[in-house]
């Protein structure tokens, strides 16, 4: 296969178009533009990061993360306020985001799971978090909406520090 041959995404299509939102949302996160990240969401979307890596019941699960609309706007706000210590000395961070695969649409919902590295830097020292994703975006004639974002970490049943941003 040469390189011009190898396959692009069409960000026309459904998936294309939730995928430039996926790596959208990595860089508003990256950019800690948390209050643009707050806007991409639907007002009844979730944001998980559970423990249990292979449950789907969070309601019922202890998770690191169990965010809807009024817990996102109280993360923004700690994030932003400069009085939490996760604000006032946060990690550099860069995101790679790939190995995206279509697991289904259903109307106007995309339902998508890729892979994510993540790489912290604070204080001297790198830390990588890898994860799996799985991101329900809503489109619409004008855009996107996050539904739900559920980060699945490799290691989310390990002792964990640093969790002091949004993954």
């Known amino acids: 296969m040469t390189e011009s041959t190898l396959p692009v995404a069409d960000l026309t299509t459904p998936l294309g178009r939730a995928i430039a939102f996926i790596w959208r949302e990595a860089e508003l996160l990256d950019n800690k533009d948390y209050d643009a990240w707050g806007a991409l969401w639907a007002e009844d979307g979730r944001y998980v990061v559970p423990i249990d890596p292979d449950t789907d019941d ?3 699960q202890l998770n690191y993360a169990y965010d809807d609309a009024r817990m996102r706007r109280l993360r923004i706000e700690r994030f932003t306020s400069g009085y939490s210590m996760s604000a006032a ?6 995101r790679t985001v790939s190995r995206f695969s279509l697991v289904g649409i259903d109307n106007d919902i995309v339902e998508v799971r890729s892979a994510q590295l993540l790489a912290a830097h604070k204080r001297g020292a790198t830390t990588l978090f890898a994860a799996n994703l799985t991101h329900r975006v809503r489109l619409l004639p004008d855009g996107a909406l996050l539904d739900r974002k559920v980060v699945r970490l490799i290691n989310s049943q390990e002792a964990l520090n640093a969790l002091g941003f949004l993954l």
């Open 58 to 60: 969070f309601e019922s």
């Open 89 to 94: 000395d946060s990690a550099r961070t860069v």
